[in-house]
């Protein structure tokens, strides 16, 4: 794949979510490489807004263009990777809802497993909104329905990040994470 395009899809996406009053950019990085598998071309953007008290629901999502092109040169999908949040003002806390790896044409859905790092970076923006926005802690749920071996893959995602995971040897299936924000 050529690296100036890369490159080029890339801007215009940065571009779009800067001229989105919605929207506000929060880590990006373009460093063509074909050094597969390592995702060196994304940016990570949220609808998160402080001035919104009524609304407690929000996202980071982020975007790659590899992998993410069809045969015209344009992106398949508008985002890879989204991690909803829910976010308490009054205590300080967010509870992580969705924690989403979504496949342009069905290939990123597996990046992060090996070592694309799409919801790293996802997780690793929440952690600094918190931060930003003075937030003391951040939780979540891995609920039986992701099965053993996706508690495995995704509790090493978050460990890797320092979340706490912790399981109950009673069910398996199970985990809860949190990390503790400081000031």
Same mark, same amino acid.
């Given at each position: 794949?050529?690296? @100036? %395009?890369?490159?080029?899809?890339?801007? $215009?996406?940065?571009?779009?979510?800067?001229?989105?009053? @919605? %929207?506000?950019?929060?880590?990006?990085? $373009?460093e063509p490489s074909s050094n597969e598998p390592r995702v060196m071309q994304y940016v990570a953007y949220t609808d998160f807004t402080t001035a919104e008290s009524k609304r407690q629901t929000a996202s980071i999502y982020v975007f790659t263009p590899y992998m993410n092109l069809d045969a015209h040169q344009h992106p398949i999908v508008e985002y890879q990777t989204q991690l909803m949040f829910h976010f308490d003002p009054w205590t300080k806390s967010i509870h992580v809802s969705v924690l989403e790896t979504l496949g342009a044409a069905s290939k990123l859905a597996f990046f992060d497993y090996q070592n694309h790092g799409?919801?790293?970076?996802?997780?690793?923006?929440?952690?600094?909104?918190?931060?930003?926005?003075?937030?003391?802690?951040?939780?979540?749920v891995v609920s039986s329905f992701d099965g053993h071996?996706?508690?495995?893959?995704i509790s090493d995602v978050l460990q890797r990040v320092g979340f706490t995971v912790q399981t109950n040897p009673e069910n398996p299936h199970v985990g809860e994470y949190s990390y503790g924000l400081s000031a």
């Open positions: 794949m050529d690296s @100036a %395009l890369l490159s080029k899809v890339l801007t $215009d996406r940065i571009k779009g979510i800067r001229e989105n009053p @919605a %929207l506000q950019a929060l880590a990006q990085l $373009d799409l919801a790293t970076v996802a997780l690793q923006a929440l952690i600094g909104l918190g931060r930003k926005n003075g937030f003391h802690n951040i939780d979540g071996d996706d508690l495995l893959r």
